[in-house]
T-cell receptor, first 111, second 115 residues
Framework: QQPVQSPQAVILREGEDAVINCSSS?????VHWYRQKHGEAPVFLMI?????EQKGHEKISASFNEKKQQSSLYLTASQLSYSGTYFC????????????FGQGTILTVHP | SAVISQKPSRDICQRGTSLTIQCQVD?????MFWYRQQPGQSLTLIAT?????????ESGFVIDKFPISRPNLTFSTLTVSNMSPEDSSIYLC????????????FGPGTRLTVL
């Protein structure tokens, strides 16, 4: 079952923060976050495997709440390069890449 | 991370014909997958390409329409058969390795237009 992302789209000015949520009606074992720029392949950002674990990647971090069956991606002090569509992907244990992706969140950062 | 290449990068095909897409990885990987991304949409898994055996297809996808081969640990092909305009999409292969703890990497994609 496809995870649900919110919001569907967000527009920011450089330096502003954003949060993208990914929720599932089924138990989550892993959450993978990707960013895709127009005309390009999705690029891996991070994977969260344990409940409550927070990971960081420069000014992008994420949390994973197993109980709430939800993950959130935090983008702080956004840069123009952050623009793109963000997808969360969820998978069963040891899925080794067999993921079900959310519908995507379009992030646009303006100067 | 693995370096993945796909051929062709794009193609325009006539209705009723078939196209084979190749995916090459620069290192041996455990898993290879094929996804479809229709314009403006999310990624949908077509099948898992199994080395030395038949691919495992997701609901809604069948072998007759999307035959897949994986002769070794670095190469796979996806054929889109008897194409119709509804098959116009981006087709992406992805790879995953147990050494990389489930991290999945995508190839650059093949943009297919069916007239």
């Amino acid at each position: 079952q496809q995870p649900v992302q919110s919001p569907q789209a967000v527009i920011l000015r450089e330096g502003e923060d954003a949060v993208i949520n990914c929720s599932s009606s089924k138990a989550l074992y892993s959450v993978h976050w990707y960013r895709q720029k127009h005309g390009e392949a999705p690029v891996f950002l991070m994977i969260l495997l344990k409940g409550g674990e927070q990971k960081g990647h420069e000014k992008i971090s994420a949390s994973f709440n197993e109980k709430k069956q939800q993950s959130s991606l935090y983008l702080t002090a956004s840069q123009l390069s952050y623009s793109g569509t963000y997808f969360c992907g969820t998978g069963p244990p040891s899925s080794y890449g067999k993921l079900t992706f959310g519908q995507g969140t379009i992030l646009t950062v303006h100067p | 991370s693995a370096v993945i290449s796909q051929k062709p990068s794009r193609d325009i095909c006539q209705r009723g014909t078939s196209l084979t897409i190749q995916c090459q990885v620069d290192s041996q990987v455990t898993m290879m997958f094929w996804y479809r991304q229709q314009p403006g949409q999310s990624l949908t898994l077509i099948a898992t390409a199994n080395q030395g055996s038949e691919a495992t297809y997701e609901s809604g996808f069948v072998i007759d329409k999307f035959p897949i081969s994986r002769p070794n640990l670095t190469f796979s092909t996806l054929t889109v058969s008897n194409m119709s305009p509804e098959d116009s999409s981006i087709y992406l292969c992805s790879v995953s390795s147990r050494q990389s703890t489930d991290t999945q990497y995508f190839g650059p994609g093949t943009r297919l237009t069916v007239l």
